[in-house]
Every structure is written in C-alpha cells, then in structure tokens.
T-cell receptor, first 116, second 116 residues
Framework: KAGVTQTPRYLIKTRGQQVTLSCSPISGHRSVSWYQQTPGQGLQFLFEYFSETQRNKGNFPGRFSGRQFSNSRSEMNVSTLELGDSALYLC???????????????FGPGTRLLVL | AQKVTQAQTEISVVEKEDVTLDCVYETRDTTYYLFWYKQPPSGELVFLIRRNSFDEQNEISGRYSWNFQKSTSSFNFTITASQVVDSAVYFCALSSYVAGGFKTIFGAGTRLFVKA
C-alpha cells in the first residue's frame, strides 16, 4: 500500500496570503489528522476528520480550517498568513473510528511552509 | 489536562552504547494509547510502537524495547547497542478519544546523537 502523501512538499508565501495543503491518506483509512510542527511549540494538533466531518479541533485560530472529501483526501487552509505560521505541517491517517490494538496513525512527509 | 513530558532534550552516545529515552504522561482518561515515533532529518514521523492503557506488557523488537508502567505513568524506550542510523528525534505521544473525536498530544521530543 502506498503511504500517506502530502502536496506540495515545500511552499513559500508572503504575509497576508492564503495557502491550501493537501493530504491523501493510506487507502482504506478514514481518519485524517493534521499537526503543526515548529521549533518553539513542537508538534501541535490542529484537527481530525472522519467521514468528511471534523471530529476534534486543537487550539488554533479560525484562520486554520480544513475539510475532508468523500474519498478521505483532506485539505487544510490557512488564511491571512502570519510569519508565525511558518512550520512543517504533518498529516496522519488511521484506519477507523474505533481504536483497536492494530490502529495507529501513519504520517506523511509533511509540507514545509515558509511565510515571508 | 493531558500532558506528555520528555525531560531529555538531547542525548549523545557513542555507537554500541545502550540508551534510554524517558517519557512521563498525565491523563485522567482510563483508556488511552501511548506511542513512540522517530523523526529522522527528512521530517517524516515513523511509527515505532503503540501500547494500550490496559496492556502493561513490555515489548522488545530487535534492539528496541519499551517499558510501560502505569503506576509511575511512564513509557520509556531503550535502544540497545545504538547505531549511527538511530540518530533522530524521538517523540512520545498520548492519544485518546475526546468529545467523540480522536486527539493526540506529543512530548517535546528527545534528539539522539549516536557518534561512530
């Protein structure tokens, strides 16, 4: 099976712009989570989607939004970019709603966003 | 509130030494899941192990072993006979279902340097 894929891998934007990042989960995985990783704050949970519904959300401003499509692919959007949004954005997918002994989040390679 | 503490920011060892990475967690949930991930310089988080809160069995996988102790809320990770390829940042993570959704919080990470 192919792993989690994220596009684009690298992105440079300027303050005030908006950006959309894409994540394709492992085939058969229905849950997609997004994380932001920065040197200062570490890995922080953004949100989780399951069957096109946001099930959980971290403590981020409304400028950060996401969605999930019927094929489980997910996008996250950041509007009105700020310098502090520069980070590695990681997407993770897992198989199902119910945590079983076999369920685990598998991560993509991430999108490195630089805001100038 | 949930919390994961990795007190060791950086560890440096010489190849073939054994090294233990510490992880202490806090949660009020009775059912939760603990993970270790490895992040090499490429940035992708690589899954190493998952442990359920109701399963305190320790585990060994090759040179890797994990010691889960609920009594001390710890989930430590030991690498035996370390190798240069083990150099990476290692994250401990805690997951649970919160308000119907799945949420994961990560520790700050421990950067491991293995010198030849």
């Amino acid at each position: 099976k192919a792993g989690v894929t994220q596009t684009p891998r690298y992105l440079i934007k300027t303050r005030g712009q908006q950006v959309t990042l894409s994540c394709s989960p492992i085939s058969g995985h229905r849950s997609v989570s997004w994380y932001q990783q920065t040197p200062g704050q570490g890995l922080q949970f953004l949100f989780e989607y399951f069957s096109e519904t946001q099930r959980n959300k971290g403590n981020f401003p409304g400028r950060f939004s996401g969605r999930q499509f019927s094929n489980s692919r997910s996008e996250m959007n950041v509007s009105t970019l700020e310098l502090g949004d520069s980070a590695l954005y990681l997407c993770a997918s897992s198989e199902s709603r119910v945590m079983t002994r076999q369920e685990t989040q598998y991560f993509g390679p991430g999108t490195r966003l630089l805001v100038l | 509130a949930q919390k994961v503490t990795q007190a060791q920011t950086e560890i440096s060892v010489v190849e073939k030494e054994d090294v233990t990475l510490d992880c202490v967690y806090e949660t009020r949930d009775t059912t939760y899941y603990l993970f270790w991930y490895k992040q090499p310089p490429s940035g992708e988080l690589v899954f190493l192990i998952r442990r359920n809160s109701f399963d305190e069995q320790n585990e060994i996988s090759g040179r890797y072993s994990w010691n889960f102790q609920k009594s001390t809320s710890s989930f430590n990770f030991t690498i035996t006979a370390s190798q240069v390829v083990d150099s990476a940042v290692y994250f401990c993570a805690l997951s649970s279902y919160v308000a119907g959704g799945f949420k994961t919080i990560f520790g700050a990470g421990t950067r491991l340097f293995v010198k030849a």
